[in-house]
């Protein structure tokens, strides 16, 4: 539904936001899809399914990472679209474009899908009946190769390290021109900043870093306990542990608000954008006043 809603565009959006947004939203979707839905369900509820045929529980992991990095990266993308609007007038009206926003969209889902062909072929069938490989576990090698070790520690900092230290470092430096602008602009008017007055040009950038800082927000937020996991996971080169101990716990907690992070883009939407509740209200209530239309034409 927000995929749908923002693509109308009726949400007194740009072009710009809105891209972002739609690809913010699609690539979220496919995590849900990817992760909680196919990886997770079909094991739980539908063990005996193709889904769990090696080459498939495969295939689903390269999903599942390569959509992770392409939601992850485009929240870093339209954090720095966000940061260079605010704090670049001229350089603005030449990046800030759909048709920019749309190339970057692009480019990251491809880099995100290419950089992710590899978890492919970490795993390695945990059954073999009738010479057909059942599940999927992470070869031995994944743990003790150079190689693979390699890998897996420019994942990690890949998605989300240096996500997490981008999105920072510009909310950091937005907040500056932020504040900055707004002293300016004040001494303009010759008006102290406790007075009431109404900028509507402040209250414009207000509106836009209420929802940069909730969505790039949450997002530092409900990562953190799964990039502190993996860290500490290499660090003490802790591999395997039992269902009992703490460690299972905190997994699953770290699991857990990595894939909630893919689900509050929209809450947030609801919650900052006016016109963003009224699409949805509207959305909602179409058939069902199509069917009482439909009741009195008969």
């Known amino acids: 539904m927000a995929i749908v809603i923002l693509f109308r565009g009726k949400c007194g959006l740009s072009k710009c936001i809105t891209s972002y947004l739609v690809g913010m939203a699609a690539s979220d979707l496919m ?3 990817s992760d909680p839905v196919l990886n997770w369900i079909s094991v739980i509820y539908f063990p005996d399914s193709f889904l769990n045929f090696t080459p498939v529980c495969s295939f689903i992991m390269f999903l599942l990472y390569a959509s992770r990095v392409v939601s992850v990266w485009i929240t870093v993308a339209f954090t720095f679209d966000r940061f260079v609007t605010i704090c670049y007038d001229k350089l603005k009206t030449k990046y800030c474009t759909e048709k920019t926003a749309a190339a970057i969209i692009a480019t990251v889902s491809v880099l995100g899908c290419l950089e992710a062909i590899p978890w492919y072929f970490v795993s390695e069938p945990r059954y073999l009946i009738n010479n057909i490989p059942w599940e999927c576990m992470y070869q031995l090698s994944f743990f003790t190769s150079p190689i693979w070790i390699a890998f897996d520690m420019f ?27 707004s002293r300016v602009r004040s001494a303009f008017h010759g008006r102290n900043i406790q007075e009431d007055h109404v900028d509507p040009e402040m209250e414009n950038r207000k509106r836009s870093i209420i929802l940069l800082f909730s969505i790039s927000g949450s997002f530092v937020l409900l990562w953190a306990t799964q990039v502190l996991f993996c860290i500490y996971r290499r660090i003490t080169h802790t591999h395997s542990y039992s269902h009992s101990d703490n460690l299972y716990a905190t997994e699953s ?45 008969k």
């Open 31 to 33: 995590v849900v899809v």
């Open 155 to 181: 994942h990690l900092i890949l998605t989300p390290c240096i996500p997490f230290f981008l999105i920072l470092l510009l909310n950091i430096l937005t907040v500056r021109r932020i504040l900055l602008a």
């Open 253 to 297: 907690a770290a699991t857990m608000l990595q894939l909630l992070s893919t689900c509050t883009n929209t809450c947030i939407y609801v919650l900052t954008q006016t016109k963003f509740r009224q699409q949805l209200k509207n959305m909602i209530e179409y058939p069902f006043i199509a069917i009482i239309q439909c009741g009195k034409f």
